[in-house]
């Protein structure tokens, strides 16, 4: 079954909010001195890719490391040989994590895509699972085109289901604040929980 469409006038009235402080939002970069990284047309909740008339940037963050931990390092370098997670070493220990503000407001306006507000749209947790974007990076233009008091999205991270995952809208003015490298005992023990060797 696929995700109903977010056709005009079926949805705008059935969004719920959630505020988020941006200074609990992290995510770990290969490249700190470029955040916020700014993704279109690739990711979840990308907008249109450039060149488009309705194009928009998207950064993705989470509010703990072991989501930002299992969404990127893992998802994207992971691979599960013989028992365990190989990931290479430099993927390890070339990270930063990286901390945000935000000009003259310290929250984020999101649009909620789980639990009962997810279910209230028509939709299932497919938005934040399935391996195909199309239905998500559509439903992320039209609540981005919707209003512009939606900073953007948050969702259940797929790479670790406890967890939320947020998808932000350029037009917020997030910016970066600071960043560092992770400590070796912190990244012990993100390895030692998710199972992960270095390689």
Known sequence: MTLRPPEPGSFEGLLSAVRVEVATLV?????????PWWSTGVHRFDGPPPGSDTSFGTCYAATTVEVAFAESVIHESGRFVGGRYEVPLSELTQRSLVRFARERHKTLLLADLSGAALKALGLNNDISASADYAASQAWARAIHDASPRWDGIRYV????????AFAIFER?????LQTRKLLPRELDELCDRFNVAAV
């Open 172 to 176: 917020t003015g997030l910016r970066k």
């Open 157 to 164: 991270s797929r790479q670790m289901n406890k967890g939320f």
């Open 27 to 35: 995510r770990l970069s290969r490249q700190p001195a470029t955040e």
